[in-house]
């Protein structure tokens, strides 16, 4: 999820009131209501909470809510605040791998510390999110396999842009109750082919409802066709969605009728004439393909 904020850089909680109705409503499955789309490391730990019981009471327990709970320091105090998290009512309180291990820390030293978290937090639901800052730290299919076998870690958001790993991850982890979501659209039908639970990608703050299009269709012999037009469209579009991210994520949802500011605290660049006229060309190009494959438009 993005957060929505006033011109005076304050949370928006009327528009995420809106915005979370409007994910809901595009058939998304899951929501990971505190996160880098959300501009966590620029939220305060009230806020973070906040955001996080916010989308959990609109939910309403209609889909699951997951919330990122840590955000470096001793594992200690990480454990406190995973607690904190758990108790606005998340299904399950993601852990960012790079925030328990330094870069230049081996694997050993994470494995540790994650030992160190789950034994300090009960019983609650975790899951790991290879979230690319302050570094990116992937997980090894073995070393995800480990954590998994604790029957504490039930979610996956996989960054590895690695199909060969997720297939391996998905594998190792079968039979548990567990989900895997890969965040890379190229892959993102040979991921679903593979056996992941779905998807979490930032595409999913443009066109939800046609993510969740790919993952309801991707194995039907009779839309092959159109999965392939989906699949290519995602892969031609990857670099204007990431391209001065969050905002453009909000200009194009105000393009598409959602009243919302293109106020963002993380600093990401400029929106320029020229981004936005690529977000513009981005657009018409979802409406064609909406129509194309016969996707309804959601109503904000």
Not at 252 to 276: N, P, Q
Request: net charge negative; hydrophobic share 40%.
């Amino acid at each position: 999820m993005i957060t929505p904020f006033k011109e005076n850089g304050e949370i928006d909680y009327k528009q995420l009131t809106a915005l979370t109705e409007f994910y809901l409503k595009a058939g998304s499955k899951g929501l990971f209501a505190n996160c880098l789309s959300s501009e966590m490391f620029e939220l305060s730990e009230e806020e973070r909470l906040r955001v996080t019981k916010h989308v959990v009471d609109v939910a309403a327990g209609q889909v699951p809510v997951v919330s990122t709970g840590t955000f470096g320091g001793a594992v200690a105090g990480q454990a406190d605040f995973v607690k904190k998290i758990h108790e606005t009512g998340a299904d399950a309180v993601i852990v960012i791998t790079s925030l328990l291990a330094e870069e230049n820390e081996p694997d050993e030293v994470l494995d540790a510390r994650v030992e160190e978290l789950i034994g300090l937090t009960g019983q609650i639901p975790l899951g790991f999110y290879e979230c690319p800052v302050p570094y990116k730290r992937v997980l090894s299919p073995e070393q995800l396999k480990k954590y998994v076998d604790t029957s504490r870690v039930v979610y996956h958001k996989d960054t590895s842009l690695d199909i060969d790993s997720v297939t391996r991850k998905i594998q190792l982890t079968a039979g548990k109750q567990f989900e895997l979501y890969d965040a890379y659209m190229v892959n993102a039908v040979a991921s679903q082919v593979a056996g992941a639970a779905g998807l979490s990608c930032i595409q999913g703050n443009f066109v939800p409802e046609l993510v969740v299009w790919l993952c309801d269709n991707f194995a039907d012999p009779s839309t092959q066709g159109q999965v392939d037009l989906v699949q290519r469209f995602f892969v031609d579009n990857m670099d204007v969605m990431h391209d001065v991210y969050p905002i453009i994520a909000k200009y194009f949802l105000r393009k598409r009728g959602f009243d919302i500011g293109l106020t963002t605290r993380r600093k990401v660049g400029d929106f320029t004439t020229e981004v936005a006229g690529n977000v513009d060309r981005f657009y018409d190009r979802y409406q064609a393909l909406r129509s194309e494959i016969g996707l309804s438009d959601v109503q904000f």
